[in-house]
């Protein structure tokens, strides 16, 4: 099955031109998120508020893959979670529960992407957490939260705590159950789960190779933040998304529809 066999229709003219921009880069970030072998069938997500007083968010049409997603056929929903746009399409109930609550606590939080990777739920496995043994981990260290699991996430009691642990920080590691970050952008919130990915995949072969780790020295730690705004002049997202995309167009195109 492809994207357009889905016949989703097209709702280019029935949203804002900065609707439809952000739809574009979200429905991006999805396939990007597969192309990467992050997505977990159909049951993570990534959203994105929408620009306006309105408080509405846009995220993904539970039962699309994650590689068919279009910039139609993202869902637009209220902070109660109602569609406000119509779709054909319902969103996972457990989704909304987690990002709902962060959209409305942190105004920065644009972009909010969890996924259920297999290095990122195998280091939220572990007791220790992730370990100061790379240059991607620091970059991760440097605003990261945790918060412990309590099963699926559909009672919303749990959003308080949820937020509270997330705190103002940048990435989340939800014990037991996978990674999330928070950004300004889809771009922006992409590339701080690349890191995330990265440092778990690197801890996990890091620690299979059966001898002591070599841990990265604090002070090092405490100088990351500016460290990372000189290398990427501060616009790391922005430096790296162009590039995605032209990846996106030769490996998957079509998430403009």
């Given at each position: ?52 007083p309105e ?143 990265a440092a ?24 990351i933040r ?32």
């Amino acid at each position: 099955m492809t994207a357009t066999s889905l016949k989703v229709p097209n709702v280019r003219q029935s949203v804002t031109a900065a609707e439809w921009n952000l739809r574009v880069d979200l429905a991006a970030a999805y396939r990007l998120v597969a192309l990467f072998g992050w997505d977990d069938l159909i049951f993570t997500h990534v959203s994105a508020r929408v620009p306006g007083p309105e408080r509405h968010f846009l995220i993904n049409p539970y039962g699309m893959m994650f590689e068919e997603i279009t910039a139609s056929s993202l869902v637009k929903i209220d902070q109660g979670g109602a569609k406000v746009l119509e779709s054909p399409y319902e969103i996972n109930p457990a989704g909304f529960t987690i990002h709902s609550c962060i959209h409305a606590a942190r105004e920065d939080a644009h972009c909010i992407a969890h996924v259920h990777s297999l290095n990122g739920v195998a280091v939220s496995a572990q007791r220790a957490g992730l370990l100061p043994i790379s240059q991607q981990s620091l970059f991760v260290l440097a605003s990261l939260a945790y918060h412990d699991y309590e099963g699926v996430a559909l009672n919303p009691d749990e959003q308080p705590r949820l937020v509270a642990d997330l705190g103002a920080s940048v990435f989340l590691m939800l014990r037991n159950h996978g990674l999330l970050t928070v950004g300004g952008s889809p771009a922006e919130a992409f590339l701080h789960l690349y890191l995330f990915e990265a440092a778990c995949a690197i801890q996990l072969r890091a620690q299979s190779g059966g001898t002591d780790l070599l841990p990265i020295r604090p002070e090092i730690l405490g100088g990351i933040r500016a460290a990372a705004r000189q290398v990427t002049r501060g616009q790391g997202a922005d430096l790296v998304w162009p590039g995605l995309l032209r990846r996106l167009d030769r490996a998957n195109p079509g998430y403009r529809d």
